[in-house]
């Protein structure tokens, strides 16, 4: 819109220029003299030109917008599902395994003392037996081999007693140990415990206590053997 309005004044200046120079006033001694065909094209072309030019430089110019780069997209960091434990490897934590742990099917519950009651009287070095009646309260048989033996206290110089034969789950057995009292006088006690033949213990822990009195030792009391009740 601005250049035309611009076109159109620069060509009607040119062409009033133009009429006054032809028509002067007969008054005037020296007459400018007539401008010929190709004068008036060449003017009106350098006007116009000139008034592109003008036009040019008022328009606003289009200047292209920066192109924008776009940011480079980071990779997520890997997710560590391996096997790396923590400091101090607690057991279950990730990347340590956890063994299942079966509990045993093997269990003795205590069921009397079918001798030597606690706190029995004896000499020192008097031999004796303890018999205690126990069952066989677990899921599991117990296998010949089995050991009963000594687990703390005074073991009063008995061994380990061998289960000569298995006993099933739920049955009943009595369990006699050959013992000697000890030679020094005062209370006594030893704690005994079942273990399979690999040496698991298992089941109640069941203990025999004598009161030891002063003097020497001449009598024994005969060792019993170990029966199984139905």
Do not use: H
Request: charged share 10%; proline share 7%; hydrophobic share 40%.
């Amino acid at each position: 819109m601005l250049k035309t309005r611009l076109m159109k004044v620069q060509i009607f200046l040119t062409l009033a220029a133009l009429l006054i120079a032809s028509c002067g006033s007969g008054n005037v001694p020296d007459a400018t003299p007539t401008l010929g065909v190709d004068q008036i094209q060449t003017f009106a072309v350098g006007t116009f030109s000139s008034a592109l030019t003008v036009t040019a430089l008022l328009a606003p110019s289009d200047t292209p917008a920066a192109t924008q780069t776009q940011a480079p997209t980071l990779q997520p960091l890997a997710t560590n599902t391996g096997g790396i434990p923590p400091i101090g490897g607690a057991v279950g934590t990730p990347g340590i395994p956890v063994s299942g742990v079966t509990a045993s099917c093997y269990g003795l519950t205590f069921v009397s003392d079918v001798s030597i009651p606690d706190n029995t009287q004896m000499n020192p070095g008097q031999s004796f037996t303890k018999t205690w009646k126990v069952q066989n309260s677990g899921s599991c048989a117990w296998d010949a081999g089995f050991k009963f033996q000594n687990t703390g206290g005074n073991a009063m110089s008995a061994t380990a007693f061998t289960l000569p034969a298995a006993v099933a789950s739920g049955a009943t057995y009595d369990i006699s140990v050959p013992m000697t009292a000890p030679s020094a006088s005062g209370t006594a006690r030893g704690n005994w415990r079942m273990a399979t033949a690999s040496g698991q213990l298992f089941g109640d822990e069941v203990f025999v206590v004598i009161s030891v009195a002063g003097g020497a030792a001449n009598t024994s009391e005969p060792a019993a053997t170990a029966t199984a009740t139905p």
